[in-house]
């Protein structure tokens, strides 16, 4: 059984940069092997795609993050990141990890994933 695990939310200022870890066990190389992806939730607000990776390395990103997020794979650590860049009040949500063992297609879409992380909490002000 996948497991995934948020680390490295925290407060920061406007403008601020900030690094998200996503911690993958229950099988060996599951970043390798599985399409991953980073999404968000803000109070009253619906679960939104913000980046994600396939099993080639290709990314994409939200157009709100495109060029201030990025999300990096380490297949030795087996742990999946997003460094935050240019941080701003509306970046604030609780950020979650995905992993899909299906077909990996829409990959900024919740429904293409079938684990997920407890989530770490973002705040920008």
């Known amino acids: 059984h996948v497991q995934l695990v948020e680390s490295g939310g925290a407060s920061v200022q406007n403008g601020g940069s900030l690094t998200l870890s996503c911690a993958a066990s229950g099988y060996a190389n599951i970043v390798r092997r599985y399409c991953m992806g980073w999404f968000r939730q803000a109070p009253g607000k619906e679960r939104e795609g913000v980046a994600a990776v396939d099993k080639e390395g290709g990314t994409d990103y939200a157009d709100s993050v495109d060029g201030r997020f990025t999300i990096t794979k380490d297949y030795g650590k087996d742990t999946l990141y997003l460094q935050m860049n240019s941080l701003k009040p509306e970046d604030t949500a609780m950020y979650y990890c995905?992993?899909?063992?299906?077909?990996?297609?829409?990959?900024?879409?919740?429904?293409?994933?079938?684990?997920w992380g407890q989530g770490t909490q973002v705040t920008v002000s």
């Open positions: 995905a992993a899909t063992s299906r077909w990996c297609i829409r990959l900024l879409s919740s429904s293409t994933y079938n684990y």
